[in-house]
């Protein structure tokens, strides 16, 4: 069975902090993983990225501030988020390189809404 289930968002001040997990099935997690989030009005993108070894890989607008981690015997995923910004609001998923196919369609889970706003 398939299930991915996001949590930890909220609303957070400029400069702050926040911790995401996801819950993971074990029939998808040994594989590399990824935390993508998408913005009214934007496509979704992908934040961070990790290999089932630990690799990790960042786009330039989240490096040194987002820390992408997995614990594999408890099938989840974090996302450490410092130094949030406006532009950091979003709702953020996770999910597999490349996403779960269900069919013709794409699986996503609920998300998780993350406001950074004064």
């Known amino acids: 069975q398939v299930r991915l289930v996001e949590s930890g968002g909220g609303l957070v001040q400029p400069g702050g902090s926040l911790r995401l997990s996801c819950a993971a099935s074990?029939?998808?997690?040994?594989?590399?993983m990824a935390w993508y989030r998408q913005a009214p009005g934007n496509q979704r993108e992908l934040v961070a990225s990790?290999?089932?070894?630990?690799?990790?890989n960042y786009p330039d607008s989240v490096k040194g501030r987002f820390t992408i981690s997995r614990d594999n015997a408890k099938n989840t995923l974090y996302l450490q988020m410092n130094s949030l910004k406006p532009e950091d609001t979003a709702v953020y998923y996770c999910?597999?390189?490349?996403?779960?196919?269900?069919?013709?369609?794409?699986?996503w889970g609920q998300g998780t809404q993350v406001t950074v706003s004064s």
């Open positions: 990790i290999t089932s070894r630990g690799i990790t």
């Open positions: 999910n597999k390189i490349p996403p779960i196919r269900l069919g013709f369609s794409e699986y």
């Open positions: 074990g029939s998808i997690f040994s594989i590399a």
